[in-house]
């Protein structure tokens, strides 16, 4: 069963930029979509930005224009690219197969946006 870990979470200011980055497990990945999720305590898990296994983006509305999701089909790995960040991008962010799949959920990388 192919699992995911995610890294490269921290502390950015309003404004600033993160780069997310996700591992695959196994080379099954090459042939799964993927998404980036978020979830804070007040709300439910969201998605936030999806890529078919050939590359095709989708972007919820508050992430257009400022987050870039791409992958790795060599590396196993996809990630995000997060620009002007702003207070409400604070969340645990996790990646997983689109859509996601119970038992895919890793531990997820933690941004906070603050000054």
Not at 71 to 87: F, Q, W
Not at 95 to 113: A, E, I, K, L, Y
Request: contains cysteine.
């Amino acid at each position: 069963q192919v699992q995911f870990v995610e890294s490269g979470g921290g502390l950015a200011q309003p404004g600033g930029s993160l780069r997310l980055s996700c591992t695959a497990s196994e080379a099954v990945f090459k042939l799964l979509p993927m998404g980036w999720y978020r979830q804070t305590p007040e709300k439910q898990r969201e998605l936030v930005a999806s890529i078919t296994k050939d590359g095709d983006e989708n972007y919820v509305h508050s992430a257009k224009g400022r987050f870039t999701i791409s992958r790795d089909n060599v590396k196993n790995m996809v990630y995000l690219e997060m620009n002007g960040v702003n207070p409400e991008d604070t969340a645990v962010y996790y990646c997983n197969s689109f859509p996601s799949q119970d038992d895919r959920w890793g531990q997820g990388t933690q941004v906070t946006v603050s000054s």
